[in-house]
T-cell receptor, first 111, second 114 residues
């Protein structure tokens, strides 16, 4: 099984601050990386994906990928209470593009 | 509305019973997946299928069975051989057009063993 590790959290940040989430992966053959948000009791929904080294920005979210270090991160700028959720990191690998998920990091944004 | 439906939302199983969880998608996706999520843990792959009448075991297939008779449907049976089936079960699907396409998730079924 391909390993994906996330900073364990929980992470508590004040409203308006930056939340920083980290993820490392074991398989150098991993091709693309996904960040899912999961509210309590709900199913995951995609926030961002990234497959090239560097940064990718989408609104208040920025994903960063460093393949040499096997490291993926997600920054949430101007955090809002609605960002309070568990964030799952996943890597895609193999010819059939299976996903391996980390255990998730729970973020709480304090108003 | 395109999407993935799972039923039932909640399911209770007695010891020794087999139960079947339904997953249907109208996204015309080729690939479908079943995951299990336990509290405080990520998703673990049970089974997946990329084509009708074919499926592959994931990391934790023991005690589970699936079928893929139609492109739209991928039901999961939790058998009595699964010793600890209480969990949140998620079905997902994706297109096979390249490695960068996301998996879309259904709303999930929460299974509890009585």
């Amino acid at each position: 099984q391909k390993e994906v590790e996330q900073n364990s959290g929980p992470l508590s940040v004040p409203e308006g601050a930056i939340a920083s989430l980290n993820c490392t992966y074991s398989d150098r053959g991993s091709q693309s990386f996904f960040w899912y948000r999961q509210y309590s009791g709900k199913s995951p929904e995609l926030i961002m994906f990234i497959y090239s080294n560097g940064d990718k920005e989408d609104g208040r979210f920025t994903a960063q990928l460093n393949k040499a270090s096997q490291y993926v991160s997600l920054l949430i700028r101007d955090s809002q209470p609605s960002d309070s959720a568990t964030y799952l990191c996943a890597s895609s690998w193999g010819n059939d593009y299976k996903l391996s998920f980390g255990a998730g990091t729970t973020v709480t944004v304090r108003a | 509305d395109g999407g993935i439906t799972q039923s039932p939302k909640y399911l209770f199983r007695k010891e020794g019973q087999n139960v079947t969880l339904s997953c249907e998608q109208n996204l015309n996706h080729d690939a479908m997946y079943w995951y299990r999520q336990d509290p405080g843990q990520g998703l673990r792959l049970i089974y997946y299928s990329q084509i009708v009448n074919d499926f592959q075991k994931g990391d934790i297939a023991e005690g589970y069975s699936v079928s893929r008779e139609k492109k739209e449907s991928f039901p999961l049976t939790v058998t009595s051989a699964q010793k600890n089936p209480t969990a949140f079960y998620l079905c997902a699907s994706r297109t096979l057009q390249g490695p960068y396409n996301e998996q879309f998730f259904g709303p999930g079924t929460r299974l509890t063993v009585l």
